[in-house]
C-alpha cells in the first residue's frame, strides 16, 4: 500500500526549521540563506499535488539541485539524508491494520416496479 499525502507551504516550512541546522550555514544567524532555502523547499513541494513515503530520496535529490543551481546555497554542503529523513516523517504512517468490509451481493439489475406509488420520505417495499 502506498502512503501519500498533499505537502504545501507549512511543511516545507516545517522541514526547514529541521533542516537547516544541519546544512552548510547551520542556519545560523544567515537570514538570508535561510530564506533562499525555505523558498527552495516550499517551490520542489508545490511541483506535486501527492508525494509518496518512496518519494523521500527523490524529493532531497530535487532540492539539493536547486540548492547547487542558486547562487546563495550553491556553495555549502548538502544533508541530504536528514531532509529525506524528516520528510518520510512528515508524511502518515503505513497502517498495521486495515477493517475490509465483507462482500457483499451486489445486485447488477433490479426490476423496476412502476406501478409502486412514491413516498416523499423515502421509504419503500
Given at each position: 500500500?502506498?502512503?501519500?499525502?498533499?505537502?504545501?507551504?507549512?511543511?516545507?516550512?516545517?522541514?526547514?526549521?529541521?533542516?537547516?541546522p544541519?546544512?552548510?550555514?547551520?542556519?545560523?544567524?544567515?537570514?538570508?540563506?535561510?530564506?533562499?532555502?525555505?523558498g527552495?523547499?516550499?517551490?520542489?513541494?508545490?511541483?506535486?499535488?501527492?508525494?509518496?513515503?518512496?518519494?523521500?530520496?527523490?524529493?532531497?535529490?530535487?532540492?539539493?539541485a536547486?540548492?547547487?543551481?542558486?547562487?546563495?546555497?550553491?556553495?555549502?554542503?548538502?544533508?541530504?539524508?536528514?531532509?529525506?529523513?524528516?520528510?518520510?516523517?512528515?508524511?502518515p504512517?503505513?497502517?498495521?491494520?486495515?477493517?475490509?468490509?465483507p462482500k457483499?451481493?451486489?445486485?447488477?439489475?433490479?426490476?423496476?416496479?412502476?406501478?409502486?406509488?412514491v413516498?416523499s420520505?423515502?421509504?419503500?417495499?
Open positions: 500500500m502506498a502512503v501519500a499525502a498533499h505537502l504545501g507551504i507549512v511543511e516545507g516550512k516545517k522541514i526547514w526549521e529541521r533542516t537547516g544541519s546544512m552548510g550555514w547551520r542556519g545560523d544567524n544567515d537570514a538570508y540563506r535561510n530564506s533562499e532555502y525555505l527552495i523547499l516550499q517551490n520542489v513541494i508545490l511541483q506535486e499535488p501527492l508525494w509518496f513515503v518512496d518519494d523521500a530520496e527523490p524529493f532531497a535529490r530535487r532540492v539539493e536547486a540548492a547547487k543551481t542558486n547562487t546563495a546555497t550553491s556553495d555549502w554542503s548538502f544533508a541530504g539524508h536528514v531532509l529525506a529523513s524528516v520528510f518520510r516523517e512528515m508524511l504512517k503505513t497502517p498495521s491494520r486495515m477493517l475490509v468490509p457483499r451481493s451486489i445486485e447488477l439489475a433490479h426490476a423496476i416496479n412502476t406501478g409502486q406509488g413516498a420520505n423515502g421509504s419503500g417495499s
